[in-house]
């Protein structure tokens, strides 16, 4: 008796400060996962977050008369738990650049991923002024699937009380494999990318990437030429372009330091905020190709 009251307890303490208060993903063997549209919540009854009817963090996609840009990454971009709405990358950046900025994420996706949401939405393209991408190593791959409910959960759970316990203390099952029917088909970025590049969407239109390090290339551990290199890949699909594109390099920039991250990739919140001003105003020694 005791046992269920203790666990009564615990899945009323768990709901009512917000810890089951989560995003909730689509998920399809066409873009991998996505945030569900038009949700919002609180976690941990501070933490507010909100997606638009496009799956975009933020407001309604609506574009204006000024410039709109469209960023894309993962969870770099996507913030999470940790962060609250306005102190996400994508409102700092607008904060920066005194413009509408549409952010377009989520956890552990692939550049892959990002270029088929853009498939999937050609109105978002075709309403947007400006493209960036922030990379890092991880991006250069296979395409993101959809593996399970604890990295990206399709509904709320049943017991709160079980999902916390499974998410942050011990989970016995393993969250690698994907179901045949959620597995998306391979294919090559390079192919993808140039396509993208090849558009009527971007035409004359500004594409810039945002070569993000992780801490071991900032530490020295790991060598930050692999990722520069997959900036001279990015220049060369660009070869033909209808769009104008840039390249830069976060790692070159005297304000990125060691101090910025919170664990092996992600930024701090200060963090987030100089990656901003470093989008918004990259230094000259930045630019790897323009």
């Known amino acids: 008796m005791l046992g269920v ?27 991998g996962y996505i945030p569900a549209p038009s949700q919002s919540g609180n976690f941990l009854l501070n933490k ?37 709405e306005h102190e996400r990358l994508a409102p700092r950046l607008q904060q920066q650049l005194g413009h509408a900025v549409w952010p377009v994420s989520a956890g552990s996706w692939s550049l892959r991923n990002e270029l088929k949401y853009l498939q999937l939405h050609p109105d978002v393209a075709q309403g947007s002024d400006e493209f960036i991408f922030v990379t890092n190593n991880g991006d250069f791959d296979k395409a993101s699937s959809w593996s399970c409910d604890r990295n990206h959960p399709r509904q709320h759970p049943i017991w709160a009380t079980l ?4 998410k942050y203390i011990f989970d016995w099952d393993s969250c690698d494999s994907t179901p045949k029917q959620l597995l998306l088909s391979e294919g090559d970025w ?24 992780d801490r071991d290339e900032v530490s020295g551990k790991r060598a930050i030429a692999d990722l520069e290199l997959r900036g001279i890949d990015i220049t060369l699909q660009s070869k033909y372009s209808r769009a104008r594109v840039s390249v830069y ?20 919140i200060d963090g987030t905020r100089i990656l901003a001003e470093i989008i918004a105003r990259p230094q000259d020694q930045a630019y790897l190709a323009r």
């Open 5 to 31: 009251i203790t666990l009564g307890f615990c899945e009323i303490l768990i709901r009512a400060v917000g810890f089951a208060d989560f995003p909730l993903y689509d998920a399809d063997s066409v873009i």
């Open 48 to 84: 507010g977050w909100k997606f638009n009817e496009k799956s975009m963090g933020g407001s309604p996609f609506v574009t204006s008369s000024a410039t709109d840009t469209l960023i894309l990454g993962d969870s770099i971009v996507f913030g999470g738990n940790p962060f609250r």
């Open 163 to 166: 999902f916390v316990f499974r």
């Open 190 to 213: 390079k192919l993808e990318l140039q396509q993208f590049f090849m558009s009527e969407q971007v035409r004359e239109k500004s594409v810039k990437f945002i070569l993000y390090p």
């Open 249 to 268: 390099s976060v790692f070159r920039d005297s304000r990125w330091t060691i101090d910025q991250y919170r664990d092996g990739i992600h930024p701090t």
